[in-house]
């Protein structure tokens, strides 16, 4: 398993990178990153029944699609990517939560009790989630990838994805709404060790790279020129408006 960390920002750069990973390779790799203000849909999704547009714009909050299917998810600077990206192993599940397994053991001994829910998604004890995720599968390659509630604006979360109407006759993934909290938050309210999000992202990134006994690549160790010919699509309109 080959550890990377994208330091960009932006949510249409990070969604190229995980493709070119995902398309480029034949090697298991575990990628984190933290997007700015942006909405990321499903890819079988409707923008109009998932997402508050004009707040968006007003709010310059980015939209996106993405190639993986699931739910509508907002990020920001709280909010912490993880990405498992590898080859495709017959002999293994694809649809169970296994991946996720080593992120709940990160989060143990960090101090966070987060137990696996029925949407292969990252509960706290006190019934708010944490986590959400969604996979993308080829003939040899799957992905999984998923969300850290750190310490991400709820309210800007909460807002985004408000949609007053719903067009019952668009044909599309519908999100599944929770009732989300940040980890920040769960360890002040358990007076436990409490860090910023950027140190919590640290130790996150820290705690997998002993769990795995090596160290974070840079995404710029990549072929930087690639990754950006397949930003393109992840820009085009056409695409993030095509439902």
Aim: with cysteine.
């Amino acid at each position: 398993m080959k550890i990377i960390q994208s330091h960009s920002l932006s949510v249409t750069y990070n969604l190229a990178f995980e493709e070119y990973l995902f398309t480029e390779f034949q090697e298991d790799f575990l990628l984190f990153y933290v997007n700015d203000k942006s909405v990321v849909l499903g890819s079988n999704q409707s923008v109009r029944n998932e997402v508050n547009v004009d707040f968006c714009k007003a709010n310059n909050i980015q939209l996106v699609r993405r190639k993986s299917g699931g739910g509508a998810v907002f990020h920001d600077l709280g909010n912490l990517n993880f990405s498992f990206i590898g080859t495709k192993n017959e002999h293994k599940n694809l649809l169970s939560g296994d991946f996720l397994l080593p992120v709940i053991t990160w989060l143990n001994e960090l101090g966070v009790v987060a137990k696996m829910g029925e949407r292969k998604d990252l509960w706290l004890p006190d019934g708010y989630k944490i986590t959400g995720t969604a996979s993308h599968i080829s003939k040899n390659r799957e992905l999984h990838h998923g969300t850290l509630l750190v310490d991400a604006n709820l309210e800007l979360l909460q807002q985004a994805l408000f949609v007053q109407t719903v067009d019952n006759s668009v044909k599309a993934t519908a999100s599944v709404r929770s009732k989300t909290k940040n980890i920040i938050a769960y360890l002040q309210e358990n007076e436990l060790v409490s860090f910023s999000a950027a140190l919590f992202v640290k130790k996150i990134i820290y705690t997998a790279e002993k769990y795995y006994h090596t160290t974070a690549l840079s995404s710029a160790d990549f072929d930087q020129e690639e990754i950006l010919k397949l930003e393109k699509n992840y820009k085009s309109d056409v695409w993030t408006f095509k439902k």
